[in-house]
């Protein structure tokens, strides 16, 4: 069974940094993207950035900069290293999935998904 495990969501004041872990279960073989993404209450689900398996990596303009996807060598843990978070950062962040090789940074996408980890911001 495919597991997706997110830690290291909480509060923090604007400016601070956080780090997101995603303990990933899905076979390397099988997936071709994992993502961040992320809802804010009466929002819909948006995406903050990917990692292909080849490495390439992609961000939402609003996080450019800021934030930074990475793996650890074994491909197990998916990172989002969040930096000069701003209130407009709050929501609950989402690891996911994908076994499409043309994936994007959209939720249609990825087919497997985390149970989300809060992330509060204040100014």
């Known amino acids: 069974q495919v597991q997706l495990v997110e830690s290291g969501g909480g509060s923090v004041q604007s400016g601070g940094s956080l780090r997101l872990a995603c303990a990933d279960s899905?076979?390397?073989?099988?997936?071709?993207?994992l993502g961040w993404f992320r809802q804010a209450p009466g929002k819909e689900r948006e995406g903050v950035a990917l990692i292909k398996a080849n490495g390439v990596t992609t961000y939402a303009d609003s996080v450019k900069d800021r934030f930074t996807i990475s793996q650890d060598n074994t491909k197990i843990t998916l990172f989002l290293h969040m930096n000069n978070l701003k209130p407009g950062d709050t929501a609950t962040y989402y690891c996911?999935?994908?076994?499409?090789?043309?994936?994007?940074?959209?939720?249609?996408?990825?087919?497997?998904w985390g149970q989300g980890t809060q992330v509060t911001v204040s100014s």
């Open positions: 996911a999935a994908s076994r499409d090789p043309g994936c994007i940074l959209h939720p249609s996408y990825f087919s497997y």
């Open positions: 899905i076979y390397a073989g099988s997936r071709n993207c």
